[in-house]
């Protein structure tokens, strides 16, 4: 895991990528003109004002300002961290990511030593994985509590269910024979050092249920203990490669077992997911000792169009189904579906389905409750009686719906509250109530500014030429002047030139990737898609006679400069010499 991933690798996986196939598998996109367009994504519209140009591989929404390259789209449409971006990418192009090793003080000898020792995580954890299945096997007791539950070797061997036996270093013993393996896996979370520097294996005595990425990667484990003790269920902590937040259980089972599912069942345990899908309800996944998160519906609804949460009845489950809802909310734009199960007390769907059966037990998810009937259902829980009741019940109601993205879905959710207050079809005091609690001026749900023009002064429209037409650029003849010039801007236009110069090839994408958690990138990215640059068909002649204009402008600048300070107390015999150079200069060049 330790190493710089180098900049050559993320150029190719950039040119390896067309941006326009990518985002169309998730945002369905329109050509217009040379670029492509949609709604954005990121904010609620009406009007598409996200583009996304194949010649640059680079979107940008704007309305709301987000953009990006294929890289920025994922981490932000996906959820992803930028190491976390890569390897999706990667992954798609059957490419493994090479790192460059962070140790540059070693020896090339104590480098490829450090390289022998060192273990990828990712393989680290899927080789614990296998272990734990082996010691199921061993494990008479492990093997009767499986059956005890009901659970197939067929099911068990699908989720590849193991067993850690009881003992403080099984895992340390097999897996850690240095201390650079054992530092890693306590920061991958299978070992534990306590504050007197003891080292031992986080689980015990338990039935281990592995993890794993949308790629298939164990990324960490669930362990459920075999008899009483206590925490009945222990997850692996928050790690560089798992969160619980961005993660689902089962979701991977899922994904092999249906290209694209037609719906996501939502329960809260590991041991769920398995009896359902023993039972030939295999499109089941569990949060992670977490309350479903944006991140965790998000997900979701990449993958389907059609999420049922499935929880107990009682107060913990109608809350859990609250937060749920709430978190949803901004996500449910038209073609999405959420949907509420709620079951009888003493009952979880591992007991249900075995109780019912399959097809009654499906039955019941096709009866589930549609979202907007458990959000009125809710709000109207509480609320008092009469006119104040329906007063409070309208605006907590409103408030609700206003972050549902505009489209049908919140429109039934208007009439739907219309209906529920007796209003009828009165939509009056319905848009009314709605234009009370919309903010002054505004149009959308999203908080983000909208983007403004750019004010193109020469130094910007030069990096903004350099940076959507690198090509032409790449072709330009060197500049000495260049050299010169001390004007702000002239610093990050030089090294631009320069990226361009060592690379002739370089996109405007990859451009953009150089430059990634600069102070200039969010300017940068500005200016690749500056709509105010009318540039004509001969760039590189436009590029030419733009540069030209800040040499001129530096020469009159400088001009002035030295004739001010003549006035005031004189110039060296160097300045003078320098100021009759730039005089003749600038009458040639005006001439």
């Given at each position: 895991?330790?190493?710089?991933?180098?900049?050559?690798f993320?150029?190719?996986?950039?040119?390896?990528?067309?941006?326009?196939?990518?985002?169309?598998?998730?945002?369905?996109?329109?050509?217009t003109?040379?670029n492509?367009?949609?709604?954005?994504?990121?904010?609620?519209?009406?009007?598409?004002?996200?583009?996304?140009?194949?010649?640059?591989?680079?979107y940008?929404?704007?309305?709301?300002?987000?953009?990006?390259?294929?890289?920025?789209?994922?981490?932000?449409?996906?959820?992803?961290?930028?190491?976390?971006?890569?390897?999706?990418?990667?992954?798609?192009?059957?490419?493994?990511?090479?790192?460059?090793?962070?140790?540059?003080?070693?020896?090339?000898?104590?480098?490829?030593?450090?390289?022998?020792?060192?273990?990828?995580?990712?393989?680290?954890?899927n080789?614990?994985?296998?272990?734990?299945?082996?010691?199921?096997?061993?494990?008479?007791?492990?093997?009767?509590?499986?059956?005890?539950?009901?659970?197939?070797?067929?099911?068990?061997?699908?989720?590849?269910?193991?067993?850690?036996?009881?003992?403080?270093?099984?895992?340390?013993?097999?897996?850690?024979?240095?201390?650079?393996?054992?530092?890693?896996?306590?920061?991958?979370?299978?070992?534990?050092?306590?504050?007197?520097?003891?080292?031992?294996?986080?689980?015990?005595?338990?039935?281990?249920?592995?993890?794993?990425?949308r790629?298939?990667?164990?990324?960490?484990?669930?362990?459920?203990?075999?008899?009483?003790?206590?925490?009945?269920?222990?997850?692996?902590?928050?790690?560089p490669?798992?969160?619980?937040?961005?993660?689902?259980y089962?979701?991977?089972?899922?994904?092999?077992?249906?290209?694209?599912?037609?719906?996501?069942?939502?329960?809260?345990?590991?041991?769920?997911?398995?009896?359902?899908?023993?039972?030939?309800?295999?499109?089941?996944?569990?949060?992670?000792?977490?309350?479903?998160?944006?991140?965790?519906?998000?997900?979701?609804?990449?993958?389907?169009?059609?999420?049922?949460?499935?929880y107990?009845?009682?107060?913990?489950?109608?809350?859990?189904?609250?937060r749920?809802?709430?978190?949803?909310?901004?996500?449910?734009?038209?073609?999405?579906?959420?949907?509420?199960?709620?079951?009888?007390?003493?009952?979880?769907?591992?007991?249900?389905?075995?109780?019912?059966?399959?097809d009654?037990?499906?039955?019941?998810?096709e009866?589930?409750?549609?979202?907007?009937?458990?959000?009125?259902?809710?709000?109207?829980q509480?609320?008092?009686?009469?006119?104040?009741g329906?007063?409070?019940?309208?605006?907590?109601?409103?408030?609700?719906?206003?972050?549902?993205?505009?489209?049908?879905t919140?429109?039934?959710?208007?009439?739907?509250?219309?209906?529920?207050?007796?209003?009828?079809?009165?939509?009056?005091?319905?848009?009314?109530?709605?234009?009370?609690?919309?903010?002054?001026?505004?149009?959308?749900?999203?908080?983000?500014?909208?983007?403004?023009?750019?004010?193109?002064?020469?130094?910007?429209?030069?990096?903004?030429?350099?940076?959507?037409?690198?090509?032409?650029?790449?072709?330009?003849?060197?500049?000495?002047?260049?050299?010169?010039l001390?004007?702000?801007?002239?610093?990050?236009?030089?090294?631009?030139?320069?990226?361009?110069?060592?690379?002739?090839?370089?996109?405007?994408?990859?451009?953009?990737?150089?430059?990634?958690?600069?102070?200039?990138?969010?300017?940068?990215a500005?200016?690749?898609?500056?709509?105010?640059?009318?540039?004509?068909?001969?760039?590189?002649?436009?590029?030419?006679d733009t540069?030209?204009?800040?040499?001129?402008?530096?020469?009159?600048?400088?001009?002035d400069?030295?004739?001010?300070?003549?006035?005031?107390?004189?110039?060296?015999?160097?300045?003078?010499?320098?100021?009759?150079?730039?005089?003749?200069?600038?009458?040639?060049?005006?001439?």
């Amino acid at each position: 895991m330790s190493g710089r991933i180098p900049q050559s690798f993320i150029d190719d996986l950039l040119a390896r990528t067309d941006i326009v196939d990518l985002i169309d598998q998730r945002v369905k996109l329109k050509k217009t003109g040379k670029n492509y367009q949609a709604c954005c994504p990121f904010h609620n519209e009406k009007s598409p004002s996200f583009t996304v140009s194949h010649e640059k591989q680079f979107y940008h929404c704007f309305g709301c300002g987000a953009h990006g390259t294929v890289l920025g789209f994922l981490m932000e449409y996906d959820g992803l961290e930028f190491l976390d971006a890569i390897d999706e990418l990667a992954s798609m192009h059957g490419l493994t990511v090479p790192r460059e090793n962070s140790k540059s003080s070693l020896s090339p000898q104590q480098q490829a030593a450090a390289k022998a020792v060192r273990q990828d995580l990712y393989a680290q954890l899927n080789d614990i994985s296998r272990f734990y299945q082996t010691q199921l096997r061993q494990s008479q007791d492990a093997i009767q509590y499986l059956k005890k539950r009901g659970l197939s070797g067929e099911v068990v061997k699908r989720f590849n269910i193991g067993y850690v036996p009881e003992q403080w270093d099984s895992v340390k013993r097999q897996f850690a024979p240095n201390n650079e393996a054992e530092h890693q896996l306590t920061e991958g979370g299978m070992l534990i050092k306590s504050d007197s520097g003891r080292v031992y294996d986080r689980f015990r005595d338990r039935i281990m249920f592995p993890i794993h990425d949308r790629r298939g990667r164990v990324i960490g484990f669930g362990g459920r203990v075999l008899g009483d003790g206590t925490p009945k269920y222990l997850n692996s902590p928050e790690t560089p490669v798992f969160h619980k937040g961005r993660e689902l259980y089962g979701l991977y089972e899922v994904r092999q077992a249906h290209r694209n599912p037609e719906r996501i069942l939502i329960v809260e345990g590991y041991m769920d997911v398995v009896a359902l899908a023993q039972f030939g309800i295999d499109y089941a996944v569990a949060s992670l000792g977490t309350a479903t998160t944006p991140e965790h519906l998000q997900l979701l609804f990449r993958t389907t169009r059609e999420v049922i949460c499935c929880y107990d009845g009682d107060r913990a489950g109608r809350e859990a189904a609250w937060r749920a809802l709430e978190n949803a909310l901004p996500l449910l734009q038209d073609g999405r579906s959420l949907k509420f199960v709620f079951l009888p007390d003493g009952d979880d769907p591992d007991t249900r389905v075995r109780k019912l059966g399959k097809d009654a037990f499906t039955q019941e998810l096709e009866q589930a409750q549609d979202f907007g009937d458990f959000l009125f259902e809710r709000l109207g829980q509480n609320a008092m009686t009469g006119d104040a009741g329906q007063h409070e019940l309208a605006n907590k109601a409103a408030e609700a719906i206003m972050r549902v993205p505009e489209g049908f879905t919140r429109e039934g959710l208007i009439t739907q509250l219309s209906r529920q207050l007796n209003w009828g079809e009165n939509e009056r005091r319905v848009r009314d109530l709605f234009s009370r609690l919309q903010p002054s001026g505004s149009t959308t749900t999203d908080s983000r500014p909208i983007n403004s023009k750019i004010k193109l002064t020469p130094i910007r429209r030069a990096i903004a030429l350099v940076l959507q037409y690198p090509a032409a650029a790449s072709n330009l003849p060197d500049m000495p002047e260049f050299t010169e010039l001390t004007m702000p801007g002239m610093d990050l236009l030089r090294d631009l030139l320069a990226q361009i110069r060592a690379q002739p090839s370089i996109t405007t994408a990859q451009l953009l990737e150089h430059w990634r958690g600069h102070s200039f990138a969010k300017a940068l990215a500005r200016l690749a898609m500056a709509e105010e640059l009318f540039a004509g068909e001969n760039i590189e002649q436009e590029l030419q006679d733009t540069f030209v204009v800040l040499i001129n402008d530096y020469l009159e600048s400088h001009i002035d400069m030295l004739q001010q300070k003549s006035k005031q107390g004189g110039l060296t015999p160097i300045e003078t010499q320098e100021l009759m150079l730039l005089l003749s200069e600038s009458k040639a060049n005006n001439n």
